[in-house]
């Protein structure tokens, strides 16, 4: 069943009774997704149906412009992220300089209670609304006593001892500490835009790159060159080198950001296209001649196939290796030379046999990591089981199910399906058909649930 995305407007026919979660949602982060699953839970619970109330864009784009945040996502891609939570609908109001001037409890009865009958909503502990954002969760509950809703405020969940909360997020972007963005986030920061023609000296070197022209008020990145992906209007999806600033060696540059899609061959000009950014290279600086720049730039193309993609032959010098080495590479080195030997010195004839020393290195260091997880000690004597999610998923949806399981506590280790899948799980390669996690035996149902719940909500979507 698909969620259902409406557009509210005065006259709008009310939607019924419904459990409602109510907030900007600017990057749909680990902590909004914990809220909107609270939520659906809530409307499970009670038999209603779930609605997330949000508005096609910040109220300070409206109210203060020339001071709005930069924000995290395009309303379309907002709208996708808050549908993955599993919401039946999705109410979408229009932000204007007429609802900004009205007080809270009118906008609670012209908006809300006009909208629908809530049962319950269920707001961030820092929800503010209304004219001037004088009404809070207090107005709220004072207001839900007299029209008969429960109001559910939920404190902010924190990592590393702060608040997470979409001007963190902002800040960690525009300060390039990616992947601490993309832990809270639940996936990788991204910006949207169009692709103009540019100057041409990319094509020049061997390098064309899409210039794109971001939309209004997207948070770019602080200047540096990333490793990310590029997904265009067909849904296809291209690993890419990003450049984000004024280039050094072209200061009369206008194109402040640009795009190298490794392997596209095509048009991009005129379309929409999303840049993931997934790791920060490096600065932008100068070379002393284009040659240097063009060997600079081939090392950042081979950093971003590495990080964010893989030629299509690649997956397969994986598996040979992965398929035999790692189930004793992960043994450690004297219980692997105790059961049949090193991974290497597998004969010639042998079927997992890959003549790959880089691989083997990749693999070997797989299976280090590996062991190196240790559970939390005041866990250190409870059993842990294997959980198996039986769900397609890509990295994408990798990060999204990972921030889910962090928001709801539940410690975790991920885990191989098969062993020939764990090196290619910490390469990046995502793209399985099944994956596992590990949990202490305290907290199986409670992952069973939520695994199923994320399975589910994939397959509505």
Avoid at 181 to 189: D, E, I, M, N, S
Avoid at 407 to 416: D, G
Wanted: with cysteine.
């Amino acid at each position: 069943m698909s969620v259902s995305i409406i557009n509210w407007q005065p006259g709008t026919e009310p939607l019924g009774s419904a459990v409602v979660a109510i907030g900007v949602f600017d990057g749909v982060h680990v902590g909004h997704q914990a809220l909107l699953r609270h939520t659906v839970a809530d409307a499970a619970a009670r038999g209603a149906h779930s609605v997330a109330v949000t508005f096609d864009r910040d109220p300070d784009q409206v109210v203060s412009p020339e001071t709005a945040a930069p924000q995290l996502l395009t309303l379309a891609d907002k709208l996708a992220a808050m549908s993955r939570c599993g919401v039946d609908a999705i109410l979408v109001v229009p932000f204007t300089s007429q609802l900004a001037e009205l007080t809270p409890e009118s906008f609670l009865d012209s908006v809300l209670l006009a909208a629908l009958a809530p049962v319950a909503v269920h707001v961030g502990s820092d929800f503010r609304f209304g004219k001037m954002a004088t009404g809070d969760v207090s107005t709220l509950q004072r207001v839900g006593a007299l029209r008969g809703f429960d109001v559910v405020p939920h404190h902010l969940i924190t990592a590393d001892g702060e608040a997470i909360t979409s001007t963190r997020i902002r800040g960690l972007v525009a300060a390039g500490k990616i992947a601490d963005a993309t832990r809270l986030l639940g996936g990788h920061p991204c910006v949207a835009g169009t692709v103009h023609r540019g100057r041409g000296e990319g094509a020049g070197l061997g390098y064309p790159t899409a210039n794109v022209v971001p939309v209004e008020f997207a948070a770019l990145p602080g200047d540096g060159v990333y490793a990310g992906r590029a997904t265009l209007a067909d849904a296809s999806s291209w690993a890419a080198a990003i450049s984000v600033g004024t280039p050094p060696m072209f200061p009369e540059a206008k194109d402040h950001l640009e795009a190298h899609l490794i392997d596209f061959a095509g048009d991009l000009y005129d379309q929409t296209i999303t840049l993931e950014f997934w790791e920060r290279l490096r600065d932008l600086q100068g070379y002393r001649t284009l040659d240097a720049l063009k060997s600079a730039i081939a090392a950042d193309v081979d950093r971003s196939l590495e990080i964010a993609g893989f030629t299509g032959a690649a997956p397969a010098d994986w598996l040979p290796v992965a398929s035999r080495a790692f189930d004793t590479l992960a043994a450690g080195a004297e219980a692997e030379a105790a059961r049949r030997g090193p991974a290497s010195e597998l004969s010639e004839d042998d079927p997992s046999y890959v003549d790959d020393p880089a691989a083997l290195e990749a693999a070997e260091q797989a299976a280090r990591n590996y062991r190196k997880f240790e559970p939390d000690e005041a866990r250190a004597d409870e059993a842990w089981i294997h959980v198996l999610a039986d769900m397609p998923f890509d990295k994408q949806r990798f990060r999204a199910i990972d921030g889910a399981l962090d928001s709801a506590s539940i410690e975790h280790v991920w885990e191989p399906y098969a062993p020939e899948e764990a090196p290619l799980m910490r390469r990046g390669i995502y793209d399985l058909e099944r994956f596992s996690v590990s949990v202490p035996e305290s907290e199986v149902e409670s992952a069973k649930t939520l695994l199923a719940s994320l399975r589910d909500d994939g397959e509505r979507s």
